[in-house]
C-alpha cells in the first residue's frame, strides 16, 4: 500500500500535460462539493439533489456557482507555475479557459 501511495504523489510531481487536465477537471468539481458543504448543507441542511433543484430551477445562478467552483483552480494553477511545471500548469489553464467559455454561454443563454 506504501508503494501505491508514494506512485501517487510522484505522478502529482510529474511535468505532463494530461495531469494538468485532470486536475483542472477535478478541482472545481471537489470544490463545488466543499461550497455545497459550507454553503448550502451546513446553514440551510438542504440535500444535493435538493440544491440541484435550486441550479436546475434558477439558472442565473448555475454560471456564478461555476465561477466559485473555479477560484481554487487558480490556486493549484499558481502552484504548479511555482514550480515550474509549466506542462502541467498549460493543462490547467486549458481546462479553465473551457470552463469560462461555459460561462459566457450561460451567462448569455440564460442572462
Known amino acids: 500500500m506504501e ?16 495531469l494538468g487536465i485532470v486536475l483542472g477537471l477535478l ?4 470544490t463545488f462539493f466543499i461550497y455545497y458543504l459550507l454553503a448550502v448543507y451546513m446553514p440551510y441542511h438542504r440535500g444535493l439533489d435538493e440544491f440541484f433543484q435550486i441550479l436546475l430551477n ?10 466559485i467552483c473555479l477560484l481554487l483552480n487558480g490556486g493549484v494553477f499558481y502552484l504548479y507555475t511555482r ?3 509549466d506542462l502541467t500548469a498549460r493543462g490547467i489553464f486549458l481546462v479553465t479557459m473551457l470552463y469560462a467559455i461555459t460561462i459566457i454561454l450561460l451567462k448569455l443563454l440564460h442572462g
Not at 27 to 30: D, H, L, M
Open 3 to 18: 508503494v501505491l501511495s508514494a506512485q501517487n504523489y510522484n505522478m502529482l510531481k510529474k511535468d505532463n500535460l494530461v
Open 27 to 30: 478541482t472545481p468539481v471537489i
Open 58 to 67: 434558477n439558472r442565473q445562478m448555475l454560471p456564478k456557482v461555476i465561477s
Open 83 to 85: 514550480q515550474r511545471k
